[in-house]
Nanobody, 129 residues
Framework: QEQLVESGGGSVQPGGSLRLSCAAPGFTLDYYAIAWFRQAPGKEREVVPC????????YYADSVKGRFTISRDNYENTVYLRMNSLKPEDTAVYYC??????????????????????WGQGTQVTVSS
Protein backbone atom coordinates (compact mmCIF):
# COMPACT_ATOMS: atom_id res chain seq x y z
CA GLN A 1 0.00 0.00 0.00
CA GLU A 2 1.18 3.47 -0.88
CA GLN A 3 -0.23 5.94 1.63
CA LEU A 4 2.54 8.47 1.15
CA VAL A 5 4.11 9.23 -2.21
CA GLU A 6 7.87 9.45 -2.42
CA SER A 7 10.06 10.69 -5.22
CA GLY A 8 13.54 11.99 -5.89
CA GLY A 9 15.72 8.94 -5.48
CA GLY A 10 18.40 8.02 -7.95
CA SER A 11 22.07 7.32 -8.49
CA VAL A 12 24.78 9.86 -7.79
CA GLN A 13 28.52 9.96 -7.32
CA PRO A 14 30.06 10.50 -3.90
CA GLY A 15 29.80 14.15 -2.96
CA GLY A 16 26.64 14.61 -4.97
CA SER A 17 23.22 15.74 -3.82
CA LEU A 18 19.63 14.58 -4.02
CA ARG A 19 16.33 15.90 -2.75
CA LEU A 20 13.66 13.44 -1.72
CA SER A 21 10.00 14.41 -1.50
CA CYS A 22 7.18 12.89 0.52
CA ALA A 23 3.60 13.93 -0.20
CA ALA A 24 0.28 12.91 1.34
CA PRO A 25 -2.48 12.99 -1.28
CA GLY A 26 -5.19 11.80 1.11
CA PHE A 27 -4.65 13.91 4.20
CA THR A 28 -2.93 16.96 5.60
CA LEU A 29 0.51 16.50 7.11
CA ASP A 30 0.30 19.58 9.33
CA TYR A 31 -0.30 17.65 12.53
CA TYR A 32 2.00 14.71 11.88
CA ALA A 33 5.58 14.05 12.67
CA ILE A 34 7.46 12.98 9.56
CA ALA A 35 10.49 10.72 9.58
CA TRP A 36 12.71 9.29 6.90
CA PHE A 37 13.88 5.76 7.49
CA ARG A 38 16.48 3.99 5.45
CA GLN A 39 17.42 0.37 5.12
CA ALA A 40 20.42 -1.09 3.38
CA PRO A 41 20.75 -4.79 2.55
CA GLY A 42 21.65 -6.78 5.63
CA LYS A 43 21.27 -3.81 7.94
CA GLU A 44 18.64 -2.66 10.39
CA ARG A 45 16.20 0.03 9.42
CA GLU A 46 17.21 3.32 10.96
CA VAL A 47 15.71 6.75 11.41
CA VAL A 48 17.71 9.28 9.44
CA PRO A 49 15.85 12.52 10.19
CA CYS A 50 12.57 13.31 11.89
CA UNK A 51 10.61 16.55 11.98
CA UNK A 52 8.34 16.97 14.98
CA UNK A 53 4.96 18.68 14.77
CA UNK A 54 4.62 19.09 18.52
CA UNK A 55 7.60 21.34 19.08
CA UNK A 56 9.14 21.84 15.65
CA UNK A 57 12.33 20.12 16.68
CA UNK A 58 14.36 17.89 14.43
CA TYR A 59 16.35 14.75 14.93
CA TYR A 60 19.25 13.67 12.77
CA ALA A 61 21.24 10.50 12.95
CA ASP A 62 24.86 11.22 13.78
CA SER A 63 25.96 9.85 10.44
CA VAL A 64 24.07 12.53 8.49
CA LYS A 65 24.34 15.59 10.71
CA GLY A 66 25.54 18.57 8.74
CA ARG A 67 24.78 16.87 5.42
CA PHE A 68 21.03 16.17 5.43
CA THR A 69 18.21 18.64 6.05
CA ILE A 70 14.54 17.86 6.57
CA SER A 71 11.93 20.53 5.90
CA ARG A 72 8.17 20.88 5.59
CA ASP A 73 6.14 22.89 3.09
CA ASN A 74 2.60 23.07 4.44
CA TYR A 75 1.25 24.78 1.34
CA GLU A 76 2.49 21.91 -0.84
CA ASN A 77 1.63 19.35 1.86
CA THR A 78 5.04 17.87 1.29
CA VAL A 79 8.12 17.06 3.34
CA TYR A 80 11.56 17.19 1.78
CA LEU A 81 14.89 15.63 2.57
CA ARG A 82 17.86 17.45 1.10
CA MET A 83 20.92 15.22 1.03
CA ASN A 84 24.28 16.82 0.37
CA SER A 85 27.80 15.41 0.34
CA LEU A 86 26.47 11.94 -0.21
CA LYS A 87 28.63 8.98 0.71
CA PRO A 88 28.53 5.36 -0.45
CA GLU A 89 27.29 4.34 2.98
CA ASP A 90 24.17 6.44 2.38
CA THR A 91 23.08 3.88 -0.21
CA ALA A 92 19.75 2.43 0.89
CA VAL A 93 16.04 2.41 0.28
CA TYR A 94 14.55 5.47 1.90
CA TYR A 95 11.02 5.44 3.32
CA CYS A 96 9.04 8.36 4.64
CA UNK A 97 6.61 7.79 7.48
CA UNK A 98 4.03 9.94 9.27
CA UNK A 99 2.99 9.71 12.90
CA UNK A 100 -0.31 11.19 14.05
CA UNK A 101 0.96 11.66 17.58
CA UNK A 102 3.13 14.39 16.13
CA UNK A 103 6.36 13.95 18.01
CA UNK A 104 9.66 12.35 17.09
CA UNK A 105 10.81 11.54 20.58
CA UNK A 106 9.57 10.76 24.03
CA UNK A 107 11.42 11.05 27.30
CA UNK A 108 12.68 7.54 26.62
CA UNK A 109 13.91 7.95 23.06
CA UNK A 110 12.73 7.95 19.45
CA UNK A 111 9.19 6.98 18.57
CA UNK A 112 9.42 3.40 17.30
CA UNK A 113 8.67 2.56 13.69
CA UNK A 114 5.58 0.50 14.49
CA UNK A 115 3.84 3.59 15.84
CA UNK A 116 3.97 5.44 12.53
CA UNK A 117 0.59 5.52 10.81
CA UNK A 118 1.46 6.01 7.15
CA TRP A 119 4.34 4.89 4.98
CA GLY A 120 5.66 5.57 1.55
CA GLN A 121 6.64 2.90 -0.95
CA GLY A 122 10.35 3.57 -0.65
CA THR A 123 12.77 5.19 -3.05
CA GLN A 124 16.23 3.89 -3.88
CA VAL A 125 19.28 6.06 -3.29
CA THR A 126 22.54 4.75 -4.69
CA VAL A 127 25.86 6.51 -4.14
CA SER A 128 28.78 5.08 -6.08
CA SER A 129 31.54 6.06 -8.44
Amino acid sequence: QEQLVESGGGSVQPGGSLRLSCAAPGFTLDYYAIAWFRQAPGKEREVVPCLSNRDGSTYYADSVKGRFTISRDNYENTVYLRMNSLKPEDTAVYYCAADSWGGCTTGWGLVPADEYDYWGQGTQVTVSS
